[in-house]
T-cell receptor
Framework: GAGVSQTPSNKVTEKGKYVELRCDPI?????LYWYRQSLGQGPEFLIY????????DSGLPNDRFFAVRPEGSVSTLKIQRTERGDSAVYLC?????????????????FGQGTRLTVV | AQKVTQAQTEISVVEKEDVTLDCVYE???????LFWYKQPPSGELVFLIR??????QNEISGRYSWNFQKSTSSFNFTITASQVVDSAVYFC????????????FGTGTRLTIIP
């Protein structure tokens, strides 16, 4: 498809379990972002990839959260030992941001998110 | 630290009325970008506008217009002749220009257009 694709759209898991959330960015977009949106709140930054590397992971809340992008395209957000407080919509976005150049004329395109519910 | 404040949690107006959504931001950066996104019930964030901090010209796009006032750190969004399809949550966001790619979002304003 032409847009950012996230799977699954909904995920219900039990407290303590491990989950993986997948993001397929727009083809050719080098930059990829993960955000988390809790109910009634704005999205909060988690991590940013430029190519295969995590350029900024300052938003990851703790070491239970990890994300990879091994081939510079698809990314997976991994959450270990899930807690009820992890319940949120996890949004992925991508943008056409060449590494090392100005980002002035790019904007991020968002997927529809994965709604994670930890019970 | 960067911060975006959208004081209006919810707004309801009757169709065809004009409505303004407020956004106030805080940043220590001299160069930055401001954004508005629309989030319909489907959940996907839809990009509406990006404004460079050096460009204080107001912008109009169809029924949408934006008023950027650097002196008051505000970037307000007005919809004229509102339509039911405008019902959504609207987010204002801020991004630094200094190699920091992340967006800082406000808490959003839920807009309901009553037919």
């Amino acid at each position: 498809g032409a847009g950012v694709s996230q799977t699954p759209s909904n995920k219900v898991t039990e407290k303590g379990k491990y989950v993986e959330l997948r993001c397929d960015p727009i083809s050719g977009h080098t930059a990829l972002y993960w955000y988390r949106q809790s109910l009634g709140q704005g999205p909060e930054f988690l991590i940013y990839f430029q190519g295969t590397g995590a350029a900024d992971d300052s938003g990851l809340p703790n070491d239970r959260f990890f994300a990879v992008r091994p081939e510079g395209s698809v990314s997976t957000l991994k959450i270990q030992r899930t807690e009820r407080g992890d319940s949120a919509v996890y949004l992925c976005a991508s943008s056409l941001t060449p590494w090392g150049t100005a980002i002035e004329n790019t904007e991020a395109f968002f997927g529809q998110g994965t709604r994670l519910t930890v019970v | 630290a960067q911060k975006v404040t959208q004081a209006q949690t919810e707004i309801s107006v009757v169709e065809k009325e004009d409505v303004t959504l407020d956004c106030v931001y805080e940043t220590r950066d001299t160069t930055y970008y401001l954004f508005w996104y629309k989030q319909p019930p489907s959940g996907e964030l839809v990009f509406l506008i990006r404004r460079n901090s050096f460009d204080e010209q107001n912008e109009i796009s169809g029924r949408y217009s934006w008023n950027f006032q650097k002196s008051t750190s505000s970037f307000n969004f007005t919809i004229t002749a509102s339509q039911v399809v405008d019902s959504a949550v609207y987010f204002c966001a801020l991004r630094s220009n200094f190699g920091n790619e992340k967006l800082t979002f406000g808490t959003g304003t839920r807009l309901t257009i009553i037919p």
